[in-house]
């Protein structure tokens, strides 16, 4: 088969796999080494230490697949209007948390799709990632066309926004590229102005220390006081620098079934977050995204919550200060402080 005519199929069979976009690039060292390695030098990372491993093999996908010759890369929606959202009432969390675990949908359909292909060509042959290991994702996805980096760093698409999970597939096939995609951000600095936190420190670069998706979802410790009040309702993740693009204004709602919002794994109150036990936890979120932050993340988010919206009764912020995790325990001493400094009234039901 010519690289013209497996290409074909494969985007054929990815876009049979429910895969809104895919695209290919050729296998190449990415052309931004320097800019990773000044963005880790300056610490913008944060604690995600993990971010500075395996960094000749996040610069080059053929030191991850010997061989490796073509990039398939592929974008799912996961857009659902807010009206979807499962969480309690008054309280915030990003939409790709609202489903199953996406890591486990983009590799189910990823493996699908490497299988499909191999049936197709022996050569179509390598490793399937979805942001689960050192490769540049918005980079890849740029380069095989299927859309741009915008201002906020996210990887933007002109029909479907930027609710969008992406995967990857390092094959040892030839395949034929498409084009890179173009910037369509031209003028527009509306997800730099809007940022609560300054987290977009200059188009494209994002300090995760400042960003209230890494506070609430990869930051394991406490959080500072001027932190704590710069969450305000979100528990889980940001969305803001995406609500307010305006290429996310007439986006499409997913038709993942899967990504389906879980709102019988939420209970309906801070109050119960708040105490909840390990198991109750695992049960609840062992298959969304939410799991990331374990039982202990929620709960300083919870905390954290509550005291910025007077969600959640005093009763169970009390008892939080006692939790075994003394993170927990800070974070609810703090939010009642901050409760009773601003008088703000109880409210049980949320
Ligand atoms: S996710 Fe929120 S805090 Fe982070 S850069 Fe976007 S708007 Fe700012
Ligand atoms: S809000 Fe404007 S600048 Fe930011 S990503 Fe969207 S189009 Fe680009």
Known sequence: MTPAELSR????????????LVGIARAEAVDEADLLAEWLSRGRHGT????????????DPRLLVDGCRSVVSVGLLYFRPERDAPQPRGTKVARYAWGEDYHRVLKDK?????????????????????????????????????????????????????????????????????????????????????????????????????????????????LSPEEEESVGAWLFGCDICQDVCPWNRDAP???????????????????????????????RFGESAIERTRRGGLARNAATVAGNTGGGSMEALETATADADPIVAAAARHALARRERAAIPSRTAS
């Open 110 to 222: 990823l493996h699908a799709l490497l299988a499909r292909g191999r049936a197709l060509d022996p050569a179509f042959d390598g490793r399937a990632f979805t942001d689960s290991g050192p490769v540049m994702e918005r980079w890849w996805a740029e380069r095989a066309g299927l859309g741009w980096r915008g201002k906020n760093t996210l990887l933007l698409n002109q029909r479907l926004g930027s609710f969008l999970f992406l995967g990857e597939l390092l094959v040892r096939a030839e395949l034929d590229p498409d084009a890179a995609g173009v910037d369509h951000c031209g003028t527009c600095t509306r997800c730099i102005e809007a940022c609560p936190t300054g987290a977009i420190v200059a188009p494209r670069e994002l300090d995760a220390r400042r960003c209230i998706s890494y506070w609430t979802i990869e930051h394991r410790g406490e």
């Open 9 to 20: 199929r494969i985007k054929a069979e990815a876009l049979d796999l429910g895969f809104d």
């Open 48 to 59: 995600m230490r993990w971010m500075e491993s395996w960094r000749e093999k996040r610069v």
């Open 253 to 283: 709602e997913t038709a993942e079934e899967r990504f389906r919002p879980r709102a019988a794994a939420w209970p309906s109150s801070l109050d119960d977050l708040l105490t909840m036990s390990d198991e109750e936890f695992d049960a």
